[in-house]
């Protein structure tokens, strides 16, 4: 969606195909960070994202079985955003739609599915979709691939992607949300489970991690035994775990980790998760996202409008982004192998719970070092702004 309204305010005709009728798809990335926000504000859109209105999070805690404990700081980054908005991701896709919409070269197809790639000898020429129970065709110069990390086009194309394991799953489930509950996000870690909870005003979106692969198990234990280690983790949903009446109301997210060695082939970009599918660990995924869609605009644009795109053109911008996605996928690796795979993997009496982790005593004895990992998440390693042709 985002490099959809850059390219169409950099006047290149172009097309978008979303499969669904809608953008009401629950359990997504919700996390909107401060260069996505810093983003916004240079297209012109910042003052519409703040009226939805977001939930806005200047400090990420999280809660030990030894206490609650502060482990990054947003207000001590640089730049005019130091927080991170919590939003519906429904409603920010929709704002970005209605600011394309307004621009004479870009159109949006919704419900209509691709499922193939129209071939000229090696290069690919477009793509097939089906609309209406009917097969169209849609030809043009370059297609870009942001269908996720199942995605068909990648498929279609034979690029496959390096997968690197992930030790967990995650359920996602809706609970009501009291006013008094706590505000923005709740990140807890107990014995053995790892559980965050995300502010949606009337209710918390919430995720709970478990080991790679035991999903059926835990389903085969039944309803009340989720509800029985939920209560135990957090006591104050004790009361409100009657609404989870069974395994329907949960969505499993898989959690993939991967990347491809080459992100395009001739007539083909990808980027996002169908270049590099990222875990919900730092909760990335989205703004990096959308950083591979800046870079790719600024690359593409003047090529696009000389006719001219190339192999060399897609690969200067998997070289843009290159860095950041294997710093940010390093980081999330060791994140797995250190923190949640012990969690989630160990005995529960193997887990002392009774002292915070050496890395957070030291957060704590220095409260200077919280915008240390609050640059990482909010800011990431390469932060991309919003190209001249597409500012507002």
Not at 76 to 94: E, M, N, R, T, Y
Not at 227 to 234: A, E, K, M, P, V
Not at 326 to 349: G, K, M, Y
């Amino acid at each position: 969606m985002v490099l959809g309204l850059l390219l169409a305010r950099g006047g290149v005709e172009t097309t978008l195909l979303e499969k669904h009728a809608d953008f009401l798809r629950d359990f997504r990335g919700d996390t909107v960070h401060p260069t996505t926000l810093t983003l916004l504000d240079e297209l012109g859109l910042g003052a519409q994202f703040a009226a939805l209105p977001p939930r806005w999070v200047e400090r990420i805690s999280v809660e030990l079985d030894s206490g609650t404990y502060d482990v990054a700081d947003l207000t001590k980054i640089p730049g005019p955003h130091k927080h991170i908005a919590f939003v519906p991701q429904w409603d920010f896709l929709d704002i970005l739609a209605k600011a394309g919409e307004r621009e004479p070269s870009y159109s949006l197809i919704m419900e209509a599915e691709v499922t193939d790639l129209l071939m000229d000898g090696n290069r690919i020429r477009g793509v097939v979709y089906q609309r209406d129970g009917q097969t169209h065709e849609l030809r043009a110069s370059l297609v870009v691939g942001c269908d996720g990390r199942t995605s068909i086009v990648r498929e279609r194309a034979g690029l496959r992607p390096r997968a690197f394991g992930a030790p967990m799953d995650v359920l996602w489930f809706r609970l009501p949300r009291r006013p008094n509950d706590p505000q923005g996000g709740v990140f807890r870690v107990s014995k053995a489970t790892i559980m965050i909870l995300i502010d949606r005003g009337d209710y918390f979106q919430i995720g709970v991690v478990i080991k790679k692969g035991s999903y059926e198990s835990l389903r085969d234990l039944g309803i009340e035994s989720l509800r029985r280690r939920l209560s135990q983790t957090l006591p104050w949903l004790a009361d409100r775990l009657e609404s989870l009446s069974s395994f329907d109301d949960i969505r499993l997210l898989n959690v993939v980790l991967s990347r491809l060695e080459r992100w395009y082939a001739d007539g083909l970009l990808c980027i996002g998760d169908a270049a590099h599918a990222m875990s919900p660990v730092g909760g990335v995924g989205v703004n990096l996202a959308i950083q591979d869609a800046v870079a790719a605009a600024r690359v593409l644009v003047p090529a696009l409008q000389a006719n001219s795109v190339t192999t060399e053109t897609l690969r200067r911008v998997q070289l843009r982004r290159w860095f950041p996605t294997v710093v940010t996928q390093t980081f999330q690796r060791i994140a797995h192998r250190f923190i949640l795979a012990t969690r989630i993997e160990e005995p529960e009496e193997s887990v002392d719970s009774t002292a915070p982790p050496r890395a957070i005593r030291l957060l704590q004895r220095f409260p200077v070092l919280q915008g240390v990992p609050a640059t990482f998440i909010g800011i990431g390693a390469l932060p991309e702004h919003a190209p001249e042709f597409a500012r507002r």
